[in-house]
């Protein structure tokens, strides 16, 4: 099946810092998601992005399906950006879209 | 919009002991629901999937199994809980190459 690598595993920011985590995978994709999942374990769908560059405040996205990469930029860090960031990519499989993640990236923001 | 139910929030379970958990879906029809686990905080493992009333795919041999009785609901069962099965239950869904949209999950431990 197809994989999916992030990285960092883990990062340690301090408040206000930029930061950007990456995603690679190892086949074609129809779609691409990044996650956050929040210290109470709900996961909250930051963007929905198979190609091209999306901006949603301080946090941007990047995908390049041709070169099979992701990137997803966090910008002017807060507290509440800490948690597990996940890279999920879809293919399309006998009629549905099977989601394959990472093993996330854990951010924690230090004040 | 639509709202993933799940229930129970925790579960505490003795080795041995038989399981069921529930997923509810409003504000959508026909969804494409999924059963994933996640373990130690990191890595979602994907376990069934289903793409209608009575259909349900597994992705990995194990000790557990699901239904789909109705078109809103999915629930994941085992008749014998094992150690190896504690973990974070999500229960997700999405419709064609919509976004994947996640429950609050169901946080299991087994004794």
């Known amino acids: 099946g197809i994989q999916v690598e992030q990285s960092p595993p883990d990062l340690i920011l301090q408040e206000g810092a930029n930061s950007t985590l990456r995603c690679n995978f190892s086949?074609?994709?129809?779609?691409l998601q990044w996650f956050h999942q929040n210290p109470w374990g709900q996961l909250i769908n930051l963007f929905y992005?198979?190609?091209g560059t999306k901006q949603n405040g301080r946090l941007s996205a990047t995908t390049v399906a041709t070169e099979r990469y992701s990137l997803l930029y966090i910008s002017s860090s807060q507290t509440t950006d800490s948690g597990v960031y996940f890279c999920?990519?879809?293919?399309?499989?006998?009629?549905?879209?099977?989601?394959?993640f990472g093993i996330g990236t854990k951010l924690q923001v230090i004040p | 919009s639509q709202t993933i139910h799940q229930w129970p929030a925790t579960l505490v379970q003795p080795v041995g002991s038989p399981l069921s958990l529930e997923c509810t879906v409003e504000?959508?029809?026909?969804?494409?629901l999924y059963w994933y686990r996640q373990a130690a905080g990191r890595g979602l493992q994907l376990l069934f999937y289903?793409?209608?009333?009575?259909?349900i795919s597994s992705e990995v041999p194990q000790n557990l199994s699901a239904s789909r009785p109705q078109d809103r609901q999915f629930i994941l069962s085992s008749k014998k809980l094992l150690l190896s099965d504690s973990g974070f239950y999500l229960c997700?869904?999405?419709?064609?190459?919509?976004?994947?949209?996640f429950g609050p999950g169901t946080r299991l431990t087994v004794l």
């Open positions: 999920a990519v879809e293919r399309k499989t006998g009629g549905y879209q099977k989601v394959t």
């Open positions: 086949d074609s994709v129809n779609n």
């Open positions: 992005i198979p190609s």
């Open positions: 504000g959508t029809s026909n969804p494409n």
């Open positions: 289903s793409v209608g009333i009575g259909q």
């Open positions: 997700a869904l999405n419709r064609y190459t919509d976004t994947q949209y």
